[in-house]
């Protein structure tokens, strides 16, 4: 079955940087677009980014421009994202979901981020 | 920015009709996806394209627009059914060009 299966829970210090892989399965990784979406603790969702995992092209919330970057690994699978210069407001349950008509039709699990000193 | 406007609740006994809304500015001209959120788990997609459900998505869920507001309509509603719906468009001039709405928490009375 299609599933989307991220790492795991991250603990990091103000300043520095985080990286999240998101493995797919069940479905032709490169006919499909991946994107992250994060959750800080009691909110709603917000949209970061998205990759065209086939060509690898990105494109990024102008609140994330700078500090964020979405690579692949077509023979693995995988969908990676990284976050630098982390601050205590980047504390928040990170998402990757597949995109299909700009609609998210399946999510991963959720990688908790915890940005503390 | 395109900005999406729900209701932080909404109550409905079991049994009900539920129906939670979505305001935004012209939301009749693009699509409106809809998840469903439980407690300490990732979001579901349960209507996309304003009205159409994903397989094994039951058709006690429905969606629908009118004006500058789309609705998500949960009948016969369950104790299963309780929690947080957000609503979502794709809008190319935003800074954050998938839009959500702020989640309506359903609570099942």
């Known amino acids: 079955q299609v599933q989307l299966v991220q790492s795991g829970t991250e603990v990091q210090k103000p300043g520095a940087s985080v990286k999240v892989s998101c493995k797919a399965s069940g479905y032709t990784f490169t006919n499909y677009y991946i994107h992250w979406v994060r959750q800080a603790p009691g909110q709603g969702l917000e949209w970061m980014g998205i990759i065209n995992a086939s060509a690898g092209s990105t494109s990024y919330a102008q609140t994330f421009q700078g500090r964020l970057t979405l690579t692949r690994d077509t023979s693995a699978r995988t969908v990676y994202m990284e976050l630098n210069s982390l601050r205590s407001d980047d504390t928040a349950v990170y998402y990757c979901?597949?995109?299909?008509?700009?609609?998210?039709?399946?999510w991963g699990q959720g990688t908790k981020v915890t940005v503390s000193s | 920015s395109y900005v999406l406007t729900q209701a932080p609740s909404v109550s409905v006994a079991p049994g009900q009709t539920a129906s939670i809304p979505c305001g935004g500015n012209r939301i009749g001209r693009k699509s409106v996806h809809w998840y469903q959120q439980k407690e300490g788990q990732a979001p579901v997609l349960v209507v996309y394209?304003?009205?159409a459900r994903p397989s094994g998505i039951p058709e006690r869920f429905s969606g629908s627009k009118s004006g500058n507001t789309a609705t998500l309509t949960i009948s016969r509603v369950e104790a299963g059914d309780e929690a947080d719906y957000f609503c979502?468009?794709?809008?190319?001039?935003?800074?954050?060009?998938?839009?959500f709405g702020g989640g309506t928490k359903l609570t099942v009375l």
């Open positions: 394209k304003d009205s």
């Open positions: 979502q468009v794709w809008d190319s001039r935003s800074d954050h060009a998938w839009v």
């Open positions: 979901a597949r995109d299909r008509s700009d609609a998210f039709d399946m």
